[in-house]
């Protein structure tokens, strides 16, 4: 039983990051109503964005924990885009171990510099993902993070 539990918390861990890490899409909204994040837009059928992901410590609730964070932050940027965009990111991994990115929601292909979970950045490397957004994508809130078996 106590195997159980302790696979339940893990896995309601990496929900956490999951649904903290979201990439709305073509919702109206200002980045007061994302909750005061760090917000991008696309513009001209593009968003470029860099993403660093570097350890640091979080705190919830008064309880300090090793964590992972994009640009200095657990919840991470959102990136607002709209079907037909392209999404580019620049991730610079400043972490100990190899990183990546997933998307979850996005009608995209899984080859390439798209959102290939294959692809793995080393400590210290930057990696250039090119995410087509395919025209018929349909609006919602999606969500992204690093797609590393074992760790989140």
């Known amino acids: 039983m106590g195997g159980m539990t302790d696979r339940f918390r893990r896995g309601a861990g990496v929900a956490v990051v999951c649904l903290c890490l979201a990439l709305l899409w ?43 964070v994009y640009n200095g932050r657990y919840e991470g940027p959102v990136l607002r885009v709209r ?24 009608e995209t292909t899984p080859r390439g510099r798209g959102d290939n979970i294959a692809i793995l950045v080393p400590p210290g490397a930057s990696f250039d993902y090119e995410v087509p957004i395919p025209a018929n994508q349909p609006p919602g809130l999606f969500w992204y993070h690093a797609h590393v078996h074992g760790d989140s």
């Open 26 to 68: 073509a919702l109206p909204g200002r980045a007061e109503e994302a909750g005061g994040l760090e917000d991008h837009r696309s513009a001209n059928g593009v968003l470029a964005v860099t993403l660093t992901a570097a350890p640091r410590e979080v705190a919830f609730d008064g309880v300090h924990f090793p964590g992972m």
């Open 83 to 106: 079907p037909g965009d392209m999404l580019r990111i620049h991730l610079v991994n400043q972490l100990s171990a190899p990183t990546n990115l997933h998307f979850h929601g996005i």
